[in-house]
């Protein structure tokens, strides 16, 4: 009796890890993205939950398995001429390794991020790992001017824009009655 509970406790605690707790609503993309610039990695697959960057017909660098990858973008966010890899993610906890120093615990839930990495003499480094956005996003773009646009669950779009360091929220848009 004492295995049973003992092994379902493990099951059930390898489950969550697992991701399988992840909010029903997600929709996870598939994408294929051919780059064509100069110096940047040939693709960037996103397939089953991971992130895949192919450079001369190697993967040179893949998302976490334990950071599942809702959607993913290559565009010049900060505006430096050059793509970034951007990262719609689920994570479990808010924060990380880097939480406010009045955050004694980080939560144990899954929360929704945006990770973004920098193309660099071919790697992949991270230049801003987003804590809980705070939003359910279910889409998101670039609209016309460059800036990110999201969609979130209510219907309701938020425009981001990268502002020295980091992304701020430069617009909001509440969705009309019966938008949604």
Not at 139 to 165: C, K, M, N, P
């Amino acid at each position: 009796m004492i295995a049973a509970i003992l092994f379902a406790a493990i099951a059930l605690l390898w489950i969550q890890k697992s991701g399988y707790f992840l909010p029903g609503w997600v929709e996870w993309e598939k994408a294929q993205i051919e780059c064509t610039g100069s110096g940047e990695p040939d693709a960037i697959c996103l397939r089953a939950r991971r992130i895949y960057v192919l450079k001369g017909g190697n993967t040179v660098w893949q998302s976490d398995r334990k950071t599942p990858v809702q959607s993913v973008l290559w565009a010049d966010i900060d505006r430096d001429g050059q793509a970034e890899l951007m990262l719609l993610c689920w994570k479990r906890g808010r924060y990380g390794k880097s939480r406010p120093f009045w955050v004694e615990e980080d939560e144990k839930t899954w929360s929704q991020h945006i990770y973004i990495y920098d193309w660099d003499e071919g790697s992949v480094k991270p230049i801003w790992m987003a804590s809980d956005i705070g939003l359910e996003a279910v889409r998101w773009s670039f609209d016309e001017q460059s800036r990110l646009t999201v969609r979130d669950r209510s219907g309701a779009h938020t425009v981001w824009d990268w502002i020295s360091w980091g992304l701020t929220c430069v617009d909001s848009k509440r969705p009309e009655k019966g938008f949604g």
